[in-house]
């Protein structure tokens, strides 16, 4: 097997409930090539100096700052959308980190929907940090479905200079993983890898554990010299025990470099 380009992190959303600081030393320990700090209410994420001390202790680098997107941290780092972004890629600057996760906007933030595409542009235009907007899905409640996104769950059908394919996500969707990352094309910029069966949840199990082409997917990023970052971002909350959960961090870094180093191997004759 050959050494895979891409690196893989460890989510810090991966170890919760346990905390941000956890993360660094769960990721030093199963020997992750880095994290991807998901900023949200633990204050040690929202943190830069601190983020720092805990990359030089453990020697786990920050590749990626994933912005505070979701709905439970609408407060955090301000109110106002364009403002987490800057800091966001003030965090990315700072901490060393290539890549800023961002979620398409909610459909009521008409203002910030309205200028998104324009603005990301202009943003990535003024920093070498990729600003890789990521896949979402619709809500579901019982028989309803609801678009939450604006102007959708598919960020391919606008024109982003980096993506972020998002496996769990795919799955909630319910749509074609493998023609998703073919629209998105050499602007496929970021991974996170994780598995879901098609339920209405975003499930984010480990890889292999569901139905989305996680290999498929891995071993075509290491054919195309795919040189952006795989982050593993898995729900362990119903680990029984901190034993349990790294194991499965580990099966799930296992999984993600055994097919990433796999892929050259079988393409030659």
Not at 26 to 42: C, F, P, Q
Not at 56 to 70: E, I
Not at 241 to 266: C, G, I, K, N, V
Request: net charge negative; charged share 25%; glycine share 6%.
């Amino acid at each position: 097997m050959s050494v895979p380009a891409a690196k893989v992190a460890l989510s810090t959303a991966s170890v919760y409930p346990e905390s941000t600081a956890a993360a660094f030393e769960i990721a030093a320990r199963l020997g992750y090539d880095g994290v991807e700090v998901m900023v949200w209410t633990d204050p040690v994420s929202q943190d830069i100096d601190a983020l720092r001390r805990l990359s030089d202790f453990h020697g786990v680098p920050v590749l990626a700052v994933h912005a505070p997107c979701l709905l439970i941290t609408q407060r955090v780092w301000s109110t106002d959308p364009w403002t987490k972004l800057k800091r966001a890629r003030a965090a990315a600057e700072r901490l060393g980190a290539s890549t800023v996760v961002v979620h398409p906007p909610f459909r009521w933030q008409r203002a910030y929907a309205r200028e998104f595409e324009r603005g990301i542009w202009r943003m990535a235009g003024e920093t070498d940090i990729r600003f890789a907007v990521e896949n979402m899905y619709p809500w579901r409640y019982r028989d309803r479905e609801m678009l939450a996104y604006a102007p959708d769950w598919d960020p391919t059908s606008n024109d982003y200079r980096h993506f972020t394919i998002d496996l769990s996500h795919t799955a909630t969707a319910r749509t074609d993983t493998l023609a998703m990352v073919e629209r998105m094309g050499d602007r496929l910029g970021h991974v996170h890898i994780a598995d879901g069966l098609g339920s209405g949840k975003d499930e984010h199990l480990v890889p292999g554990r569901g139905s989305q082409p996680c290999a498929e997917l891995l071993e075509s990023l290491a054919l195309r010299g795919f040189d952006g970052h795989v982050v593993v971002e898995v729900n362990t909350r119903r680990a029984m025990s901190a034993a349990e959960r790294e194991a499965d961090l580990a099966e799930a870094l296992a999984y993600t470099r055994l097919h990433l180093a796999a892929a050259p191997q079988r393409a030659e004759p």
